[in-house]
């Protein structure tokens, strides 16, 4: 894609000062956080306008933005079963999880979901929960990597690893200083950016193509076109199943989606913020996909590269001023994800890998660890960046991992006292294990891992439930878990 020299410029120095900017913000916090709670969960007070612009920063991503919508404008209207999966599955942890998460949270004072799990199952659940968790989200920040990398080739020719080292050194610096706290309120500017800008794209889009009546005819007169383009139910059933079992179902038990709950100032503030971000996720991704689709019956673009239709339509169908501002629209989605992902990883690494190892873990020991976690997230992110060629499908495939192994022990061991913990350790290493080897052996008769992970997993896990027995001070500890009828 070739820009003039003059856009070039622009572009450059709206970086510049964009990057200054955040790490400006990241810095103020760095002097402001002081202990291991406020680095790694904001203190557990932030409030609910922040909340509810990070967690759709979360939601939206950098992948979600340039990969939905080239699926779009490739596949049709259909493709919006990508973006729901994943809301659908927020809006069922937001209506029955986020009130016992936490109030656990708060009881317990956890900061990962390996801190639930080991009190749940006991200190052997904590691994697997950990192994499912890191390459969901590591192959998830990884991917903000490349795609802060594929922006500066694209634009300013930078070479694709010089650009995905560039980026990384960039969150990295981003995220060690200021923790979650800083990520959560530089959040609130980039989730507000994102939201208008993509909102704007929209009203722009839609009156330059005339609609959607307009759309529909200058669609069937495109022989190379589907015919189920434009039907939202033109995507295969395992195409909807898969999404919504793996990046979906893994939403459940993600380190990101528990630890805003617990960064949040209050269960109200959690779990408001949570419907907001539903909607606002709901509606977005549903525009995502109406651009898509826009581009090529509204406003004729035809490419056999559908990964720069964002591309082609703000810099060569938008004046120059709106191409600017959707240009940072689309910087500001990717890294209000990218941070997000890399502070749960670190928060888990410093928790489940190094706390338990330390004799008197004190506060300010854990904050030097947890900025050097921030270190170790960013070097495998960056591993996982440069060695994968396939990033999008490593975090498919991590999603899988997580849910076939964890959701099952996680989510019914929340609501049920009876599962031992031998039940939720072993189904959670068979569910792994399983998936993990369906995955290497190529995906045997042409079925997901998810498919025969998950179901062994519940398999082992009802099976052991059964038949294995716990004594009575391990019973009356399950007893003070959050019960379904106190819940609701």
């Known amino acids: 894609m070739i820009l003039e020299q003059s856009l070039k410029l622009a572009l450059i120095i709206i970086v510049l000062v964009y990057v200054l900017l955040i790490l400006g913000v990241a810095y103020y916090f760095?002097?402001?956080t002081k202990t291991y709670d406020q680095y790694n969960m904001g203190g557990r007070s932030m409030p609910m306008i922040p909340m509810i612009l990070t967690t759709v920063g979360l939601g939206i991503g950098g992948s979600t933005l340039l990969g939905y919508m080239s699926d779009a404008y490739a596949l049709g209207y259909g493709r919006v079963w990508l973006t729901m999966s994943t809301t659908i599955v927020f809006v069922i942890f937001t209506a029955f999880f986020v009130k016992p998460v936490r109030k656990l949270g708060d009881k317990h004072k956890f900061f990962t979901i390996g801190d639930y799990a080991a009190y749940r199952y006991g200190k052997a659940a904590r691994l697997p929960t950990f192994i499912g968790n890191l390459f969901a989200i590591g192959a998830l920040t990884g991917l903000q990597f490349v795609a802060l990398a594929t922006i500066l080739n694209l634009l300013f020719d930078?070479?694709?690893?010089?650009?995905?080292?560039?980026?990384?050194?960039?969150?990295?610096?981003?995220t060690y200083l200021g923790g979650l706290t800083a990520v959560i309120w530089t959040d609130a500017i980039q989730g507000t950016i994102q939201t208008v800008g993509i909102s704007l794209l929209f009203f722009v889009i839609y009156f330059q193509s005339g609609g959607f009546g307009e759309v529909a005819e200058n669609i069937q007169q495109i022989p190379s076109v589907d015919t189920h383009y434009l039907k939202i139910f033109n995507i295969p059933l395992s195409s909807i199943l898969i999404p919504l079992l793996t990046m979906g179902a893994a939403v459940l038990v993600r380190q990101d989606t528990w630890q805003r709950v617990w960064a949040s100032k209050d269960i109200n503030v959690a779990r408001n913020s949570n419907w907001w971000a539903a909607l606002i996720m709901a509606l977005t991704g549903a525009i995502i996909i109406i651009v898509g689709v826009f581009a090529r019956g509204g406003l004729g673009i035809e490419t056999d590269q559908p990964a720069l239709v964002y591309y082609h339509v703000i810099f060569e169908y938008l004046p120059v001023a709106l191409g600017l501002i959707l240009f940072v629209t689309l910087v500001a989605t990717i890294l209000s994800s990218a941070d997000s992902f890399f502070i749960a990883?670190?928060?888990?690494?410093?928790?489940?890998?190094v706390k338990p190892f330390i004799k008197s873990p004190t506060g300010d020991k854990m904050l030097r660890y947890s900025?050097?976690?921030?270190?170790v997230m960013g070097a495998f992110g960056l591993f996982l960046a440069l060695t994968i060629p396939r990033l999008i499908e490593l975090w498919i495939t991590g999603s899988a991992i997580l849910a076939a192994g964890i959701l099952i022990p996680i989510v019914m061991g929340m609501f049920w006292e009876r599962p031992s913990n031998l039940a939720g350790v072993t189904s959670m290493?068979?569910?792994?294990?399983?998936?993990?080897f369906w995955q290497i052996a190529g995906h045997p008769f042409d079925i997901h891992p998810v498919f025969i992970g998950m179901p062994m997993c519940f398999i082992v896990f009802m099976i052991m439930t059964f038949t294995t027995f716990e004594d009575k001070s391990s019973i009356d500890k399950k007893k003070s878990l959050v019960k379904v009828k106190k819940v609701f």
């Open 30 to 32: 760095y002097r402001k």
């Open 371 to 375: 900025r050097l976690m921030v270190l």
């Open 345 to 353: 990883g670190s928060t888990m690494l410093v928790t489940d890998m």
């Open 429 to 436: 290493w068979v569910g792994i294990l399983v998936a993990v």
């Open 158 to 174: 930078v070479n694709i690893v010089t650009g995905i080292i560039i980026a990384a050194v960039f969150l990295t610096i981003k």
